[in-house]
């Protein structure tokens, strides 16, 4: 049982926007602990998408989107397109009296149609 | 290049040990803190230890109970993770992982397979 909940798969057709949500708790997003965003192609290693909540590294195209509210996180993506097809995952830092660690998210497929 | 490069994985018995390694080049490794993240066969991210720049603090998730021991050696430019008392539940590609700061991660591995089976 993951500590930050994903919706198992979102879907959408060429051109659409989606958004996935990234639902924590007071011990982790809503203590103000940083949440980061990765894509994870078939077969690869994940890649950073977003981090500290809504920043883009370079290279990553801007119609992806963070944003954070409370204890949870969105990802959005603009403008689908068949290459994003692939499973995402945030990742934010955990703090609690059993403990502290880094933790992802249950992670989400996205499905172009 | 800016690369990581995972090697040691493979098959080992349960109750066993293994050392899984991560080279680093095209960058200053002793800058970074390091992770390490494992990913079960078609299961999602999970993540495994962190150790800082200057070797300073080592964490590990919960759930290894003391099993594993992450390190490093920035003159060799490598990350290491012992792993001791593997179970079948152990058996995951091990990826290694750069710190940017804050736990985000920006550089990873290809990963590394173990499988832990009689």
């Known amino acids: 049982q993951s500590v930050l909940t994903q919706p198992p798969s979102v879907s959408g057709a060429p051109g659409q926007r989606v958004t996935i949500s990234c639902t924590g708790s007071?011990?982790?997003?809503?203590?103000?602990?940083?949440v980061h965003w990765y894509q994870q192609l078939p077969g690869a290693a994940p890649k950073l998408l977003i981090f500290?909540?809504?920043n883009r590294p370079s290279g990553v195209p801007d119609r992806f989107s963070g944003s954070k509210s409370g204890t949870s996180a969105s990802l959005a993506i603009t403008g689908l397109q068949a290459e994003d097809e692939a499973d995402y995952y945030c990742q934010s830092y955990d703090s609690s009296l059993s403990g502290s660690s880094y933790v992802f998210g249950s992670g989400t497929k996205v499905t172009v149609l | 290049e800016v690369q990581l490069v995972e090697s040691g994985g493979g098959l080992v018995e349960p109750g066993g040990s293994l050392r899984v390694s991560c080279a680093g080049s095209g960058f200053s490794l002793s800058d970074y803190a390091m992770h390490w993240v494992r990913q079960a066969p078609g299961k999602g991210l999970e993540w495994v230890s962190s150790?800082?720049?200057?070797?300073?603090?080592?964490y590990y998730a919960d759930s290894l109970k003391g099993r594993f021991t992450i390190s490093r050696d920035d003159a060799k430019k490598s990350v290491y993770l012992q792993m001791s008392s593997l179970g079948p539940e152990d058996t995951a590609v091990y990826f290694c992982?750069?710190?940017?700061?804050?736990?985000?991660?920006?550089?990873w591995g290809q990963g590394t397979m173990v499988t832990v089976s009689s």
């Open positions: 500290g909540d809504m």
């Open positions: 150790i800082t720049s200057t070797s300073t603090y080592m």
């Open positions: 992982a750069r710190d940017r700061g804050t736990g985000a991660l920006d550089l």
């Open positions: 007071s011990s982790n997003i809503g203590a103000g602990s940083d």
